[in-house]
């Protein structure tokens, strides 16, 4: 039972342009969301993250949309550069002290020029 | 600043073999979880250690076990290594009560069972 969702597996955006990245959960226990993006060989790198109290958390380029009705987060990155190819995934928890992670099947992006 | 260390990054072992894989956590930190990243997956979590203890595990089997030593370092040993057990595992650290921004992840351990 996949409780969190990344249904599409890749994305290919243009330099300068803005990467919409979607995730959806079906868990309603969740209420704390990260994104994480990772390259090749690395870990993952934590980006950015939000409360379910929250509906849009921004960190400069990267900006953090969350919608509780639809059970759906969204991941804009503005403008888009060619290090941003990686892939990202999305990840939820129940609170914010917690033990695990729940992550998505991940959507590679890549940003050409 | 040293970030979370594991060791060996690549390993080869025969089906119904042990292995045993070691994650030394980010300077500070004190809680370790282990998760498990099949080809084209996200990563599961396994188990987290705090304290010495497991305080919590996800849905894997006994086959999977772990330890946490007095300075805070991790060992994942997995038994009866099965081929469905080839996956990157990636050590978790982070530091009590903190909160989930400050898990900072290794490059994980690419494990293949033949």
């Known amino acids: 039972d996949q409780q969190v969702k990344q249904n599409s597996p890749s994305l290919s955006v243009q330099e300068g342009r803005i990467s919409i990245l979607n995730c959806d959960y079906t868990?309603?226990?969740?209420?704390?969301f990260l994104w994480y993006k990772k390259y090749p060989a690395e870990g993952p790198t934590f980006l950015i993250s939000?409360?379910?109290?929250?509906d849009k958390n921004e960190d400069g380029r990267f900006t953090v949309f969350l919608n509780k009705s639809a059970k759906h987060l969204s991941l804009h990155i503005v403008p888009s550069q060619p290090g941003d190819s990686a892939v990202y995934f999305c990840?939820?928890?129940?609170?914010?002290?917690?033990?695990?992670?729940?992550f998505g099947t991940g959507t590679r992006l890549q940003v050409f020029p | 600043d040293a970030g979370v260390t594991q060791s060996p990054t690549h390993l080869i072992k025969t089906r119904g073999q042990q292995v045993t894989l070691r994650c030394s956590p980010k300077?500070?930190?004190?809680?370790v979880s282990w998760y498990q990243q099949a080809l084209g997956q996200g990563p599961q979590f396994i188990f987290q250690?705090?304290?010495?203890?497991?305080?919590q595990r996800g849905n894997f089997p006994d086959r999977f076990s772990g330890h946490q030593f007095p300075n805070y370092s991790s060992e994942l040993n997995v038994n009866a290594l099965l081929l469905g057990d080839s996956a990157l595992y990636l050590c978790?650290?982070?530091?009590?009560?903190?909160?989930?921004?400050?898990?900072?992840f290794g490059s994980g351990t690419r494990l293949t069972v033949v």
């Open positions: 868990n309603s226990m969740f209420d704390y």
């Open positions: 250690y705090y304290e010495e203890e497991e305080r």
């Open positions: 939000i409360s379910s109290i929250k």
């Open positions: 978790a650290s982070s530091l009590a009560w903190q909160g989930m921004d400050g898990y900072t």
């Open positions: 990840a939820a928890s129940e609170g914010y002290n917690t033990d695990k992670l729940i």
């Open positions: 300077s500070g930190h004190d809680t």
